[in-house]
């Protein structure tokens, strides 16, 4: 079903306002309108009683301090410094609103603040901001500590949209691991965005997304053995004698009693003694007769064919030791 691409803001301006001034923004016009004088102003910036976030947009000074100490807070303000500019007709989006909901992202966040919505005469935007023209339903929009940004499943398919499929599918699984949305909400906002650039991507990668991805390395790696042709795997899967689970594992090929785990660079750095455990684990796993691969972010970020290869020997040894189900693809 289609859906208007008019947006209907969260908010009027009164609003908008009301959530800046709650979290300590303020503007120059809204300090002039009630009769604070422009001398007033800049020496509040001077002595500082007022933290200038950009041209003409204000932070109190306990505000800003109090956002400086809290995860993400410092974000927070530049988001609240654009909303500001742009008033109450744009919604925070993509990987601004990604970095709101604590969506996963592949690699550093873009430096602008993103934001959505329909062209208008006279609305201002800035160095440090970029805006993406176009309308949206009110219901893909949602509020974070008082301010408009698109919902956890709209941010999902604007990424989807317009990122590379590996990088969309990091931001996907990490919604969908940490129940911010579903599969089923994602593929119902596809389906409000009929004929828009990039939903065809976005569908995809929906449809290869999974919740059961527990780092950006573990999707990074899926999309890599796909690309080498390896069979999709089940994602931590228990593997065990039967009685008793030796290891959850982070990708399992039934077929060819075939493990895989991918190591994070600081995993051993982090608990110097996993190393003795990861390795009478993977013992205790090859003496039930399965075969373990570890990789790295580097091996498969950069050699993802080097790592196809060492899977594909593993299921060989598996056919050749008549433990495997089938033949291996070459």
Known sequence: ??????IVSAMDAAELRQALQAAGVLTRADLLAVGVERARIDA???????????????????????????????????????????????????????????????????????????????????????????GMPTTHVTTISGLPVTTAARTVIDLARTL????????????????????????????????RRGTARAAEVIEFADGRAESPLESIARVGLRDSGIPRPELQIQLGNGFEPIARVDFYWKQYRTAAEADGAMKYDLDPDLARRQLRRDHLLRAEGYEVVHFTWQDINFSPELVATWIRQAFRRQVEAGAAEGRVAS
């Open 1 to 6: 079903m289609s859906v208007p691409y008019e």
């Open 164 to 195: 590379a499929f590996r990088a969309a599918v990091v931001a996907a699984d990490s919604a969908l691991h940490q129940r911010l949305t579903t599969t089923a909400e994602l593929r119902s906002v596809i389906a409000q965005l009929p004929g």
């Open 44 to 134: 509040a910036v001077r002595n500082g009683r007022l933290i200038q976030l950009s041209r003409g947009v204000y932070a109190r000074a306990d505000a800003a301090k109090r956002a400086r100490s809290q995860a993400g807070g410092e974000y927070q303000l530049r988001v609240a410094a654009a909303l500001a500019v742009t008033g109450a007709d744009a919604v925070v989006s993509h990987q601004s609103a990604a970095q709101l909901h604590g969506i996963a992202l592949l690699g550093k966040p873009d430096a602008d603040v993103a934001l959505t919505g329909l062209p208008e005469r006279g609305r201002h935007t800035r160095a440090g901001m970029h805006m993406f023209n176009m």
